[in-house]
Antibody
Framework: EVQLVESGGGLVQPGGSLRLSCAAS????????MHWVRQAPGKALEYVSA????????YYGNSVKDRFTVSRDNFKNTLYLQMGSLRPEDMAVYFC??????????WGQGTLVTVSS | EIVLTQFPATLSVSPGERATLSCRAS??????LAWYQQKPGQSPRLLMY???TRATGLPARLSGSGSGTEFTLTISSLQSEDFAVYYC?????????FGPGTKVDLK
């Protein structure tokens, strides 16, 4: 069974940084591309970032480009999202998902990031 | 960036009735469209991909259609577990984008 467990969320001040992690199990992580998707309270879903299975290719949404960095450790079966220069509008639940090159077929339960002074 | 519009924003339906949800893309996305269901407090669940292919284990009362810019998700006979928010998502071009969602609630 695919399991994705996000962690690292919490309260951070505007302008601050935070690193999210997503621990993966139940599938071949090293051969699977991954996504980060976020959802602000009461709002729609938004793609944040994507990374290829080997980490060589990364993609970012327009709203986080140059502030967020996605990475992965295929030995630890873990996906990361380093978030910097955080803004109130970055406050959301952040989900990690598997990506088969098209859609997100498995999702974690998410971790909440709150940006507030 | 491809913009997806979903309508209606809210659909009030009685159990056993048919529900038709629409999704429109700002430019052609071929059949590169997925549908997700999300219930309160839960993560989204994949329902449909390639516009009309049901995800594994999904009941036949769910069907998808469309290509280009116009797409439809139909639930032929609404069950209690179908009350949720439904999102369409395009994967034709990065950044992938979601629609704003359609909430299906009890009439």
């Amino acid at each position: 069974e695919v399991q994705l467990v996000e962690s690292g969320g919490g309260l951070v001040q505007p302008g601050g940084s935070l690193r999210l992690s997503c621990a993966a199990s139940g599938f071949s992580f090293k051969t699977t591309a991954m996504h980060w998707v976020r959802q602000a309270p009461g709002k729609a879903l938004e793609y944040v970032s994507a990374i290829s299975s080997d980490g060589a290719r990364t993609y970012y949404g327009n709203s986080v480009k140059d502030r967020f960095t996605v990475s992965r450790d295929n030995f630890k079966n873990t996906l990361y999202l380093q978030m910097g220069s955080l803004r109130p509008e970055d406050m959301a639940v952040y989900f990690c998902t598997t990506w088969n090159g098209k859609y997100s077929d498995s999702w974690g339960q998410g971790t909440l990031v709150t940006v507030s002074s | 960036e491809i913009v997806l519009t979903q309508f209606p924003a809210t659909l009030s339906v009685s159990p056993g009735e048919r529900a038709t949800l629409s999704c429109r893309a700002s430019q052609s996305i071929s059949s590169n469209l997925a549908w997700y269901q999300q219930k309160p407090g839960q993560s989204p669940r994949l329902l449909m991909y390639d516009a009309s292919t049901r995800a594994t284990g999904l009941p036949a009362r769910l069907s998808g259609s469309g290509s280009g810019t116009e797409f439809t998700l139909t639930i032929s006979s609404l069950q209690s577990e179908d009350f949720a928010v439904y999102y369409c998502q395009q994967y034709n071009d990065w950044p992938f984008t979601f629609g704003p969602g359609t909430k299906v609630d009890l009439k």
